[in-house]
């Protein structure tokens, strides 16, 4: 059913089956819609008549109003599952929740969940396209799309040799996964940032070496890459997957990009943040707030990549 050229499961389920033109198509189709987003020009029609299920079984913000706002844009309606009000609190499995769901005809489930691996298992069990909106520590593709999609507006379309550094709590995050995946194939060499416990040394033999894909390295060293990169990503500690182990007591002086830091990134070095931030902790509010800042235009490009995806998805005339 699907029209999408960047998909053949008919799903989007992270980015690692991605290549570069692909994901290159995906967010050039993004671009198309930023000024609908911008509200320059008027919504669309496309999704008229069709209903998404957000199943959301973790915390969110910005990601589920994003996916509410994108299909909205485009004409579609939504309905909100949220885990503490849905059965999953009662013990239903993903699966069941989901076939559920799926029973009722809705036209597509976007799903958020703890388990990695959750969002392949339900389009394994259910006939209506699935969007992952973050499983587990595994992927959040359309969170990797947005900021591939801010960094190619950053440097004019082209990150091939570019430099990103992504900072932080790496081995609870499906964000830096799916950035492995996005900014290698479009060129770009990644340097995973953070202390021995945050980073798991087998990310760097996750990507396979071809021809154009960037590398993937690891420093515990923040200050000694800050010479040497294009752009940083800083991360959020994810205190809520930690049982208090594994983050270092001096993390935020390690590791916290405050303004003295800031200050010794080459002019240019763009400064991105998925949110939700721990203000004060990995990043200052000065740098958050600062001039190198992309962090709200990740948000508005967030609403133009869903509306891409699901647009790819879901709407059959196109
Ligand atoms: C991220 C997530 O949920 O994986 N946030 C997001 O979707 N914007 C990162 C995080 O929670 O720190």
């Given at each position: ?5 960047w ?5 989007l389920l992270?980015?690692?089956d ?10 050039d ?6 000024p ?15 209903i ?25 309606r939504?309905?909100?599952?949220l ?7 009662k ?11 799926a029973?009722m ?25 699935v ?18 999609m ?24 499906r964000?830096a ?22 980073v ?7 990507v396979?070496?071809e ?33 208090g ?42 740098v ?9 235009q ?12 699901l ?8």
């Open positions: 059913m699907t029209t999408a050229t998909t053949s499961s008919g799903h992270g980015l690692e991605l290549g570069r033109d692909q994901l290159f198509s995906l967010i189709e993004a671009e198309a819609f930023l609908i987003v911008r509200g320059t020009v008027p919504g669309d029609s496309m999704l008229e008549g069709r998404i299920a957000n199943l959301f079984l973790e915390n969110s913000t910005r990601t589920r109003v994003s996916f509410s706002i994108a299909a909205q844009r485009l004409g579609g939504v309905v909100d599952l885990g503490s009000t849905s059965s999953a609190s013990g239903e499995s993903l699966v069941d929740t989901a076939a559920n769901i029973a005809g809705v036209d597509g489930i976007v799903v958020r969940c703890s388990d990695s691996g959750g969002a392949a298992l339900i389009a394994e069990h259910v006939e209506v396209p969007i992952n909106a973050g499983d587990g520590r595994h992927e959040h593709p359309t969170q990797g799309l947005l900021d591939l801010t960094l190619l507006q950053h440097f004019d379309g082209d990150l091939s040799g570019k430099t990103i550094a992504i900072v932080g709590d790496i081995a609870s995050s964000v996964r799916s950035n492995l995946w996005g900014l290698t194939a479009a060129g770009a060499n990644v340097i995973l940032v953070g202390p021995e416990s945050l798991p040394g087998e990310l760097t033999s996750i396979p070496r021809p154009g894909r960037g590398v993937v390295s690891i420093s515990h060293d923040l200050d000694a890459v800050l010479d040497s990169v294009d752009a940083l990503m800083m991360l959020r500690i994810q205190f809520e997957r930690h049982d182990d594994g983050i270092p007591e001096d993390y935020r002086e390690r590791y916290g990009l405050d303004i003295a830091r800031a200050d010794r990134l080459a002019g240019g070095v763009p400064i991105l943040h998925p949110g939700p931030i721990n203000r004060g902790l990995e990043l200052a509010h000065e958050a707030d600062g001039s190198r800042s992309l962090i709200l990740q948000v508005t490009n967030g609403v133009a990549v869903r509306m891409a995806v647009a790819g998805l879901l709407a059959s005339n196109r």
